[in-house]
C-alpha cells in the first residue's frame, strides 16, 4: 500500500505497510523483526518500510517522515526532470542518466523531493560530523545519511534518524548509541539534517 502526498501535512502518520496472508488476514510488513550482531539487537516494530532491492534511499526517505509517501514514481519523476535540465544546460548526466530498476537514485533526487514536500535540508560537513550527527540524534532532530555498510564497504546505503533513533531498513529500528552505529555504519560518506519547514 502506498501512498502520494502532495505536501508532508497530507501523508497519513500511522500508516504501516500491509498484506494480505494465505489466510485472508492482514499482517503488518513492519512487524517486530529481530537482527543480532555481536551482542546488538534491532528491533523493527517502528519501521514503515523495509529493505526491499535497491531502493534504500527511498525507504530511508519513508523512515524519515514516518510514513510512505515517496514512491519510486516519484523518484522516477525526479530523475527525468533532472535529464532534461542537464541535457539542456549540456551538464554531465553521470549519475541521473541511466534509469535503474529497481532503484538505485543517486542522493539529488530524494533531497529534492524533501524540498518539494516541505522539508529544509542543510548538509552536514566537518571533521567531527559523527559526533554531531550522534549527538544532534539523540536529541530528536531528523538525518538521512548515506553511508558505508559493515558487511560491505564498497558499497553506499542510506537509513536515516528521527526520534533518536536509527532507522536501517535492512536491520530495523534501534536506539543512536555507538554500538548500533558501529554495527550498521563502517564510514559516514554523506549527512543531512531534515527540518520540517
Known amino acids: 500500500m502506498s501512498r502520494k502526498c502532495s505536501s508532508k501535512a497530507s501523508c497519513d502518520q500511522s500508516s504501516k505497510p500491509v498484506t494480505l ?52 514514481k516519484d523518484f522516477e519523476r525526479i530523475r527525468e526532470e533532472y535529464c532534461r535540465q542537464f541535457r539542456r544546460n549540456k551538464w554531465s548526466l553521470a549519475g541521473v542518466s541511466k534509469r535503474r530498476r529497481p532503484g538505485g537514485w543517486t542522493f539529488n533526487i530524494p533531497l529534492k523531493w524533501l524540498s518539494v514536500n516541505g522539508y529544509k535540508i ?22 538521512l545519511l548515506s553511508v558505508r555498510p559493515p ?23 534501534a536506539p543512536v548509541d555507538q554500538k548500533h552505529w558501529d554495527s550498521c555504519v563502517h564510514t559516514l560518506v554523506k549527512a543531512y539534517q531534515i527540518k520540517e519547514v
Open 21 to 72: 496472508s494465505a489466510e485472508g488476514e492482514f499482517k503488518d510488513t513492519a512487524a517486530k523483526r529481530l537482527r543480532s550482531s555481536g551482542g546488538v539487537s534491532w528491533v523493527g516494530d517502528e519501521l514503515v518500510q523495509k529493505q526491499r532491492g535497491q531502493q534504500c534511499v527511498l525507504h530511508a526517505v519513508n523512515n524519515l517522515v514516518g510514513s510512505i509517501c515517496a514512491t519510486p
Open 122 to 143: 542543510k548538509a552536514v560537513d566537518g571533521r567531527r560530523r559523527r559526533r554531531a550527527v550522534m549527538r544532534a540524534g539523540r536529541r530528536g532532530a531528523k538525518f
Open 151 to 173: 558487511e560491505d564497504p564498497t558499497q553506499r546505503h542510506a537509513i536515516c534518524i528521527r526520534d533518536g533513533k536509527i532507522f536501517d531498513s535492512n536491520r530495523g529500528a
